[in-house]
């Protein structure tokens, strides 16, 4: 009975033994990848050819890479002795580093086959695995650590080179904009769960890294840190959702309608008013009873930069909308010539003006829209075509006659209708001359008399 009762339980010991630990993560492992492979889309791209073609500068790093693509460029170097000293002083700021490094290396790895999925077209022995954990470490470490020294007070040591070099902390940003040059926001988290933040620090990774890039972004950054926190790619993702507009989207009726019927200068003599809106979200942009409300647009130095690699991600990600790109369309069409980016500038639509090459602004939104593929496909992809048919319906019910052959405006004093006028003074000139002729008769029936 005893025996028997025995058996079981060492058949039950025995199969727990021949299931080893290293079996099980061999089988969980590849099924893990396989998932990652079946639900990670890449969201960082190799800007298309023909995009990089026009002004390849806009799409390069010049100071820091950031992620695989260009962590070998030379013009680049020099930052990386930089990027090693902000890592050691992000883990040695409290003890345990070696401990603290295991963690970060450890995570990493667990990450590496999803971190890979996120650039398009790497292939594996582009950057070996030793290779793939270390420049992630570093670009990931620095990244905290300068977002941590520029958020927080009293984190800045003297003598700190990228705070003391004039202009660096813009080319970072300029650079920390560009769509090769990013790192999956996943990873920048996990990191920030395991080194040693700051005691006095109660700010959040994105807030911090908002922080950083704020004044980049215009609007309004009181509502723009909603849009930020919401779930991003990378930086550059996180940027674009403070750019997506907040009004609802006005459907077209028929699908046809491509750009603004006329520019900005024949739009005011059809008697269509623009007006600076009140609200700052750049693609805010409506029409209400005969007033195209445009939002303010700053252009700096780095604004065309910006918008050609929001424009790069639209044109690269499957699925992706075209809002920035159809934004630039709009005001391509609404500013073709010189008058009528004076005629915005005006309206105080467009400012700092006077910061850069003059030249430049006004041919921004054409140089932006070259080899740009929104409008060559469906036509809904195209965000206003809903508020250009509203210009274009508005113009034909209330401006039809003049807009037909949108005569150049007439010169101040020049009849519009001289017609009238003629008639009253022909009329004027019989009054007189009758007045006159009667009196020469009057005149010379007295002198007979006499």
Not at 39 to 61: G, M, N, Q, W
Request: with cysteine; aromatic share 10%.
């Amino acid at each position: 009975m005893a025996t028997s009762m025995s058996e079981p339980t060492d058949v039950l010991q025995h199969v727990a033994i021949e299931i080893p630990k290293g079996s099980y993560d061999s089988l969980v492992i590849p099924l893990k990848e396989k998932m990652e492979t079946m639900t990670t889309a890449s969201c960082i791209f190799r800007v298309d050819e023909k995009l990089r073609e026009i002004d390849e500068k806009h799409y390069l790093p010049q100071t820091v890479s950031i992620g695989l693509f260009h962590h070998s460029r030379d013009n680049t170097k020099f930052m990386e002795e930089h990027k090693w000293r902000y890592l050691y002083s992000l883990l040695n700021r409290k003890s345990h580093l070696e401990a603290t490094l295991d963690k970060c290396v450890k995570s990493l790895r667990e990450l590496e086959h999803k971190a890979r999925l996120c650039y398009k077209d790497l292939k594996q022995d582009e950057v070996p695995s030793d290779k793939f954990v270390e420049i992630m470490l570093a670009d990931a470490g620095f990244l905290i650590e300068l977002f941590l020294k520029y958020g927080i007070k009293g984190l800045k040591r003297r003598g700190d080179y990228v705070f003391n070099t004039s202009g660096l902390l813009y080319e970072l940003r300029c650079d920390m904009l560009l769509l090769e040059n990013q790192i999956p926001y996943f990873i920048l988290q996990r990191l920030f769960e395991i080194v040693p933040i700051p005691n006095h620090c109660k700010l959040s990774l994105t807030e911090l890294a908002f922080r950083f890039f704020r004044d980049m972004i215009p609007g309004d950054h009181r509502l723009h840190l909603a849009k930020f926190g919401q779930e991003g790619n990378h930086f550059l993702d996180l940027i674009r959702h403070c750019f997506l507009p907040t009004v609802p989207r006005i459907k077209a009726k028929q699908q046809e309608v491509r750009g603004l019927p006329y520019n900005a200068s024949k739009l005011k003599d059809a008697g269509i008013k623009l007006k600076k809106a009140t609200t700052e979200d750049l693609l805010d942009i409506k029409f209400v009873k005969g007033v195209l409300e445009i939002p303010p647009i700053n252009v700096h130095q780095y604004t065309e930069t910006l918008l050609r690699n929001l424009i790069a991600i639209e044109q690269s990600g499957p699925g992706t909308t075209n809002h920035i790109s159809s934004y630039v369309f709009l005001m391509k069409t609404l500013l073709p010539e010189n008058k009528d980016v004076k005629l915005v500038k005006r309206k105080q639509i467009l400012t700092n003006y006077d910061v850069i090459d003059k030249k430049q602004v006004e041919t921004l939104f054409h140089r932006l829209c070259e080899e740009m593929k929104v409008m060559e496909n469906a036509d809904d992809e195209f965000y206003y075509n809903g508020l250009c048919e509203q210009v274009k319906e508005y113009k034909k019910s209330s401006w039809q006659p003049r807009l037909k052959t949108m005569r150049p405006p007439l010169k101040p004093g020049y009849l519009q209708r001289p017609l009238p006028r003629i008639v009253i003074v022909l009329v004027v000139l019989f009054i007189v001359l009758v007045f006159v002729g009667a009196l020469f008769s009057i005149i010379s029936f007295f002198r007979h008399k006499l």
